[in-house]
């Protein structure tokens, strides 16, 4: 998560009942304890009083990127749950990852290598899932793209999402499109957030949905995709570019980092950087 300064001076974070609640959920799968709301809340606001002056600068996009985490931390070799965890939360001041608004990221179609299976750890939001995405990103990196693109397991034809970011595409009749969570993606909070923007603010119809490359290579090449984009904390929302795998190639959505990628980064960045009224109650005061 985050941590953004308001015009006023004050720090806020966004969403961090769905990030705690997001937290234990994964750390259910390892049998692991986690902070409850308050707990989770005060480690926040211990860090902000010790490490406020790191950031967040008032300008633009910076803001302090908040990492809490669990590890095992007994004293034992073997392999079973840790009786004794460690909570803690670090932190980084950050601007906005990968692209950045204007700038679209081409991205590696991961074909031989998957994130996720069914039954796996790949919902969780766990330090060892970016672990299976290290080969596959070195792949996309030879081939100039700073993201990979993961498929589902089982049939290798369906978009989960990204190595950290969800994956969004937009027709240009309105229809804002995202694979469905099927146990193999993770829940993202800017994801569930620009759902409900999409929907509830811009009147966009929203499909969660299955989606295959098939799709993708064909409504982008006819025009019906006309943009997409990854969306997560670091990301924001970032433009794709190209779709690059093995044998093929796809273009950019013909309107790339357009009016509805651009629209929803407003709305969202505004809500978190105070600019736009917060009426769902997303944003939580951590500082000041
Ligand atoms: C694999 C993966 N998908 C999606 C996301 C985006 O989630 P969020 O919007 O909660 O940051 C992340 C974030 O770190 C991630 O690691």
């Known amino acids: 998560m985050k941590a953004y300064r308001h015009p006023d001076g004050s720090v806020w974070t966004f969403r ?3 990030n705690a609640a997001r937290l234990r959920a994964s750390a259910e799968r390892f049998f692991l304890p986690a902070p409850d709301d308050e707990l989770f809340l005060a480690s926040l606001r211990a860090l902000l009083a010790a490490d406020h002056a790191w950031g967040p600068a008032p300008d633009g996009e910076r ?18 749950p840790s009786r004794e965890v460690t909570y803690g939360v670090i932190a980084s001041p950050a601007g906005a990852f990968v692209g950045g608004p204007e700038r679209p990221a081409d991205v590696w179609l991961s074909e031989r290598h998957v994130r996720a ?34 498929l589902d397991a089982e049939t290798r034809t369906q978009v989960e999402e990204f190595s950290g970011m969800n994956v969004m595409l937009v027709t240009g009749d309105g229809r804002l499109v995202t694979p469905e969570l099927t ?36 409504r982008v090449a006819d025009g019906t995709f006309s943009e ?33 990628t651009r629209a929803l ?3 969202l960045t505004g809500i978190q950087y105070g600019h736009v009224p917060d009426t769902r109650g997303w944003m939580v005061k951590i500082h000041g």
Not at 63 to 78: A, V
Not at 133 to 138: M, V
Not at 185 to 213: C, K, P, Q, Y
Not at 232 to 239: D, E, K, R
């Open 16 to 18: 961090p009942d769905r």
């Open 63 to 80: 803001s302090l990127y908040l990492r809490p985490y669990l590890i095992g931390t007994e004293q034992f070799l073997g392999v079973r």
């Open 117 to 150: 299976v069914p039954g796996g750890t790949g919902e969780a939001k766990y330090g060892g899932n970016y672990a299976a995405g290290l080969g596959p990103y070195a792949e996309a990196e030879a081939h100039g793209c700073r993201q990979t693109l993961f």
């Open 183 to 218: 146990g193999t993606i993770l829940h993202g909070v800017t994801r569930a957030s620009l759902l409900r923007i999409a929907a509830e603010d811009l009147g966009l119809t929203v499909e969660e949905r299955r989606v295959s490359v098939a799709e993708w290579r064909e």
């Open 228 to 260: 997409v984009f990854a969306c997560g904390t670091a990301a924001v929302i970032t433009p794709v570019g190209r779709l690059k795998a093995r044998s093929f190639e796809v273009p950019p959505a013909r309107d790339t980092a357009g009016r509805v």
């Open 265 to 267: 980064r407003e709305r």
